[in-house]
């Protein structure tokens, strides 16, 4: 395999320019760790569930995490969470889903860098005004929450535009191909989800991998119906994209759901016919289940061999 790398990737000492996006409920301390093995930069993630309980018990499974992920208003509502946060001394801190940057000076006085995930240009100058160190891209494509307004590669146009700071690409990036495309267009890394979220690391119980392999680009929706049914506070402009469902798809066309006894009792029986299972447009590239460091080695030499063949 050809050596895949960028400035960015070089300046953090990894061998790939390859993040886990901080997936609640997927990215626990053992993707992070076999992410952080495979070269690239292993993150935990604390999404709705996260508490400073939870992180310490990751943090402990990773050994040293690279990065953690929290979501904003979990952060305000969970006292002390990044504090422990900081107190784990990761290589970065993601902080998104909001827009109040108040958390950005006690990262950065740590000596860790701040990032955050942005949606278009005017959000991405926000972010860098804040101080901001790197700049997420995450495209409409992607799975889980954030705002659907622009595809990934109009998107990273616009924010690699204006952007003084490194800007990784999020959003549908499940193959070679797709890697090789944001880096060639000047992305300073990958930040990865639906495809390490099927990895044999992840935190998703098997049913929900199962459903996952079941899938394909057009089995997904962006939609507010688990966060509204389980009153959960993400603001309505985060929607999250998951696999349609038996929940969804009535929820989309206005007829009768279940009610919410028994959409908790799917999520805990981890039946995916009703419970919610994050995924991006990528997910029909997920063909098997395998370990993280075969996802992030085939990713990645596919995509030095196409980068490389480019400049021959």
Known sequence: MQSLSTPWSRSLGLRVPVVN??????????????????????????????????????????????GIGLVEWVRQRETGLLEAAIAARPRLIS??????????????????????????????????????DVLVARGSEG????????????????????????VLAAGGIGSGRTLAAVLAAGAAGAWLGTCLAAAEESLLPESARLAMLAADSSSTAV??????????????????????NEFTDPWAQGDAVPDTDQLRAAIAAED??????????????????ESAAAVVERLCAEAADLLGAQRR
């Open 272 to 289: 995916p016919r009703l419970a919610p299972v994050d995924a991006g447009q990528g997910v029909g590239l997920v063909t098997h289940i």
């Open 143 to 166: 799975g889980g929450h954030g705002a659907d307004r622009l595809a990934l590669m109009p998107l990273l146009d616009s924010v690699l535009e204006i952007a003084a700071v490194p």
């Open 223 to 244: 939609t507010t119906a688990f966060d509204e049914a389980l009153d959960l506070p993400w603001p309505p402009i985060y929607p999250a994209r998951v696999l349609r």
């Open 21 to 66: 996006a901080p997936m609640g409920g997927a990215a626990g301390g053992r993707l992070a760790a076999a992410v952080r093995a495979a070269g690239g930069l292993g993150m935990i993630g604390m999404g709705s569930a996260g508490s400073v309980e939870a992180l310490r018990r990751e943090v402990a499974v990773a050994g040293a995490p690279d």
């Open 95 to 132: 902080v998104s889903f909001g827009t109040d940057y108040s958390w950005v000076p006690p990262v950065r006085a740590a000596g860790i860098l701040a990032v955050t995930q942005v949606y278009d240009a005017p959000g991405a100058h926000r972010a860098q005004d804040a101080g901001i």
